[in-house]
Each structure stands twice: as C-alpha cells, then as structure tokens.
C-alpha cells in the first residue's frame, strides 16, 4: 500500500529556533498533502492544506509566516516551525492523496508524525 | 464548521466480542466519512470509507454504517482481538477535494 514518511520522528529545540519537518510520499505522486497537529488526547487539527507548485491554504487561526510550508515537489512537502515556542510542542502529523485518488478513493495516508518538543 | 462527537470515554470489552462504536455530527452531511485507527504515538491508518448515498460497508471483521438522517455513523468491530485495542477516530469529509475534519476518537481496550 501507499506510504508516507516522515523525518524527523522526534525533535527536540530551544525556544525561538526554526525546526523542518519533511513529509514524502514514497511510491505514489501527492499533489495535495495535508498538515495537521495534535496535542495530547485530542482530535487532529487540520493547520494547512498544501498543493504542489502552489502557495498553501492556511485554516483560520494558524498563522502562515509561523509555519511555512513548502510542497516542491510531487512526492515532498516541507513544514518550518519558525522562531518556536513551548506551546509550539505537540504531535504534527501529514498525509497525502494519491494523484489518481480524486473522485476514486479519495483515501489519505497519514506519516507517522514527528514528535516537536520546545524547550 | 462541523461539531464532531465520539464517545470519550474508553470502551473496554472482552475478546471474542462485537464493539461498536459512535459518530455524530450537527451540522450539514458530509460527502464521505472515514474511520482511521491510531496507536499512541502514530499517524492514524485508513480503515474504511463510507459515502453519503451508501448505508454500510464492510472488511473483514469491520463494519461501518452510515445513517444521514440520524447524522451518525456506525463502526463495528466483529469478534475483537487483544491486536485491535487502539483509538479510532472517525473524520469527515466536506467535499471531494479531502479536507478532514475529524472527531477526537474512542479508545478501544479488548482484553482476553
């Protein structure tokens, strides 16, 4: 099945350092990828839908200068936590659609997520 | 927006046992909704996707129904086992484009 990565699983950082967190799609194509966050025992909260070669559509209350987010290419999506904070620390998880998925399966796979700790 | 209900508190069930789990929402129907399971410390794993103008679907053990009227969706697990023990979330789709919005999930503890 459809895989998704991403790298780094875990980070830990000082206050007002600048993290990536890389999400790829291993052995399909993803024009759209999908930023989310998680804090602990709660519901994923979607931040930022991303399109490849386009800027991304951010959700209202997430600000766009502090999480940069970078979809280059068809297999790669890039997250920047820019200047970051301890209330910055939760679980941020992507997914991808397959580039044949829309009106098909219209399924997501999600990455494992990766585990950002600001000190 | 959609409001999102599961129940928060944790089903526990023997093995061998059907669970079965709820999602409701308030507000317009969704185009489709989907049921992920999540383990501590991992990204949710698609399990089923059921559409607006489907009633139920099944695989392998698990079943989803999907009652637009009622606004609630159905998820059953059929004979648990001790592996099925996590989290599952169900989430919602507002169109074909894949925007999720999802519910804060219901434990799952199956013990033998």
């Known amino acids: 099945g459809a895989v998704v990565s991403q790298h780094p699983s875990r980070v830990i950082c000082k206050s007002g350092t600048s993290v990536k967190i890389e999400c790829r799609s291993l052995?399909?194509?993803?024009?759209?990828m999908f930023w989310y966050r998680q804090f602990p025992k709660q519901s994923l909260m979607l931040m930022a839908t991303?399109?490849?070669?386009?800027?991304?559509?951010?959700e209202q209350g997430v600000e766009k200068d502090k999480f940069l987010i970078n979809h280059a290419s068809l297999t790669l999506s890039t997250l920047t936590v820019t200047s970051a904070h301890p209330e910055d620390s939760s679980f941020y998880i992507c997914?991808?659609?397959?580039?044949?998925?829309?009106?098909?399966?219209?399924?997501?796979?999600f990455g494992p997520g990766t585990r950002l700790t600001v000190l | 927006s959609q409001k999102i209900e599961q129940n928060s508190e944790a089903l526990n069930i023997q093995e061998g046992k059907t669970a079965t789990l709820t999602c409701n929402y308030t507000?317009?129907?969704?185009?489709?909704l989907q049921w992920y399971r999540q383990d501590p410390g991992r990204g949710p794993v698609f399990l089923l996707l059921?559409?607006?103008?489907?009633k139920e679907k099944r695989k392998e053990r698990l079943k989803v129904t999907f009652d637009t009227t009622l606004k609630q969706s159905l998820f059953h697990i059929t004979a648990s086992q001790p592996a099925d023990s996590a989290t599952y979330l169900c989430?919602?789709?507002?169109?074909?484009?894949?925007?999720?919005?999802f519910g804060a999930g219901t434990q799952v503890v199956v013990t033998p």
């Open positions: 997914s991808a659609r397959d580039l044949a998925g829309y009106s098909s399966t219209d399924t997501q796979y």
């Open positions: 989430a919602l789709a507002e169109d074909s484009w894949g925007k999720l919005q």
């Open positions: 991303s399109n490849e070669g386009s800027k991304a559509t951010y």
């Open positions: 507000n317009y129907s969704p185009a489709y």
């Open positions: 059921i559409r607006e103008n489907e």
């Open positions: 052995d399909f194509q993803a024009t759209t």
